[in-house]
């Protein structure tokens, strides 16, 4: 598997390199890009991300791959992967949800009004989506969800909650799964909906995570949707969800953000020294970081295997399972062998002034945890990767 990019693939990554550069100069770019951020910049908001957002739509970067009826370039998918790993390579917002997730299911799903309300808006970068997928009762296990919706006459009623839903407190739209019928076996009944987060039936609950981001609980009380805002077809919202998952892990989880954490790894074991002598000269440091750089490596090449897989119009599922169960994992060993090698002053937080390297390994220890978790629990990806890629019949 050739994993090298063309000419025409390097001409663009050296133009978008000199589109990112011209923006570093506008006095907002320390807002904009911070390489050293812990919490994944699509999960920070403020005026200063919308208008760079915007200015990357201005310029033509945003839906690339899209076809050209719906507003696209009808670009290979290589492209929006070029863009999103420069991006989180620096630090700044990556081209997420709306583009992926929710636009590609749209395309392929959903209603000519649905396409004509929503698509423009996301070429635009003019809304935000929040993911209304968890539940108290149904977070690994997804297809529990009880999230109840009523037909009544030409509407959908919505009543029950949701759990974990990043991005509710600012976003402009709701993508929300729920049951639809009850009596169905659970993978059956389930349809996906596009409700307005400005819905006087919903209420928005502050989650503070472990690794420094809110997070929501969502509440619908009597929440009603018009019909034609029902995502596709009644009940075949599984497919949906799992569609969207994987567009999630294949956008979200970059390796950009991976490869900058060791390259800060690499910075402490130069700067940092024990019992007088750089860790640096330290035999058995060098041969970790040595296997840790494999590990990186091991990483990206994951990566490229879900590049590879999408680019041919294939969902990745097993692919992005894999990247997504390795990656984050590494993450975690990562942040562990930076605390080790600090000792005990490792465990000072940012506020500390005597923390080392102004406290970001002890965040980096608590965020790459919740990398673990979102998108999928590890203990979800083993299981896709179990089933769908060995033919293992896993929980029996």
Not at 157 to 162: A, D, E, P, S, W
Not at 336 to 344: F, R, V
Not at 369 to 387: C, P, Y
Request: charged content about 25%.
């Amino acid at each position: 598997m050739n994993f090298s990019f063309s000419e025409d693939e390097t001409t663009f990554l050296e133009a978008f390199q000199e589109h990112l550069a011209r923006e570093k100069q506008r006095s907002d770019a320390a807002i904009i890009f911070a390489p050293q951020r812990e919490t994944d910049s699509w999960l920070v908001d403020s005026p200063e991300r919308r208008g760079f957002m915007k200015r990357l739509a201005e310029a033509g970067y945003i839906g690339m791959s899209w076809a050209r009826d719906y507003g696209g370039r009808e670009r290979p998918g290589i492209y929006d992967y070029l863009l999103n790993e420069e991006l989180s390579s620096q630090g700044a917002p990556i081209i997420g949800k709306g583009v992926g997730c929710i636009g590609k299911t749209i395309i392929a799903h959903g209603s000519d009004k649905l396409k004509r309300e929503f698509l423009p808006k996301i070429l635009a970068a003019e809304i935000e989506f929040a993911l209304g997928y968890s539940e108290p009762g149904a977070g690994s296990d997804l297809a529990s969800l009880r999230l109840r919706a009523e037909r009544r006459d030409d509407a959908w009623v919505l009543n029950g909650q949701k759990m974990w839903t990043t991005s509710a407190h600012f976003a402009d739209w709701y993508w929300v799964a729920a049951r639809t019928d009850p009596d169905a076996p659970k993978h059956k009944g389930i349809s996906v909906f596009l409700v307005p987060m400005n819905h006087p039936g919903l209420t928005i609950v502050e989650i503070e995570t472990m690794g420094d981001h809110r997070t929501n609980e969502v509440f619908f009380d009597n929440v009603e949707v018009p019909a034609d805002y029902l995502v596709g077809q009644e009940n075949a919202g599984w497919q949906y969800v799992c569609e969207a998952l994987d567009y999630e892990r294949f956008a979200l989880y970059t390796v950009g953000p991976l490869l900058l954490r060791f390259e800060a790894l690499v910075e402490l074991v130069r700067r940092t020294e024990r019992d007088g002598r750089p860790l640096a000269d330290d035999p058995a440091v060098r041969a970790r970081i040595a296997e840790l750089a494999c590990e990186v490596e091991t990483a990206r090449m994951l990566q490229r295997r879900v590049i590879a897989k999408a680019i041919k119009g294939d969902v990745p599922t097993v692919e992005a399972a894999m990247y997504k169960l390795y990656s984050t994992q590494l993450g975690r060993r990562i942040a562990n062998e930076a605390l080790d090698w600090l000792g005990p002053l490792g465990l000072l937080s940012s506020d500390s002034p005597d923390a080392p390297f102004a406290g970001k390994w002890e965040m980096s220890d608590r965020a790459t945890v919740v990398d673990t978790i979102g998108g999928g629990s590890s203990e979800v990806q083993k299981n896709i990767v179990a089933r769908r890629g060995l033919g293992l019949m896993t929980g029996a």
